[in-house]
Nanobody, 121 residues
Framework: QVQLVESGGGLVQPGGSLRLSCATSGSILAINLMAWYRQAPGKQRELVTTLTSSGGTYYADSVRGRFTISRDNTKNTVYLQMNSLKPEDTAVYYC???????????????WGLGTQVTVSS
């Protein structure tokens, strides 16, 4: 069973930084895509950034230049470095991984439970 656990969220002042981590566990065979989504109160979940297995990245316009996604291949862990945070970045951030595993040998989207990021003075 593949599990994702996010960490690193918290309260930060505008202009500050946070680094989110998403640790994977379970019998992962391969990862095709890693991504971060976020959901603010009263809003739909939105895609923040993606990182493909070949290293390609995508960033939403609202975070481009401020956020950076990266991956530790040895640990199958994905990170989100968030700089110059704004109050509108306040949301629950979710990790998403598209992977195959021993139990599910076809591509499947796995999700973490989320970590709260609050940007406020």
């Amino acid at each position: 069973q593949v599990q994702l656990v996010e960490s690193g969220g918290g309260l930060v002042q505008p202009g500050g930084s946070l680094r989110l981590s998403c640790a994977t566990s379970g019998s992962i065979l391969a990862i095709n895509l890693m991504a971060w989504y976020r959901q603010a109160p009263g809003k739909q979940r939105e895609l923040v950034t993606t990182l493909t297995s070949s290293g390609g990245t995508y960033y939403a316009d609202s975070v481009r230049g401020r956020f950076t996604i990266s991956r530790d291949n040895t640990k199958n862990t994905v990170y989100l470095q968030m700089n110059s945070l704004k109050p509108e970045d306040t949301a629950v951030y979710y990790c998403n991984v598209r992977a195959t595993s021993l139990r599910t040998p076809t591509w499947y989207d796995y999700w973490g439970l989320g970590t709260q990021v609050t940007v406020s003075s």
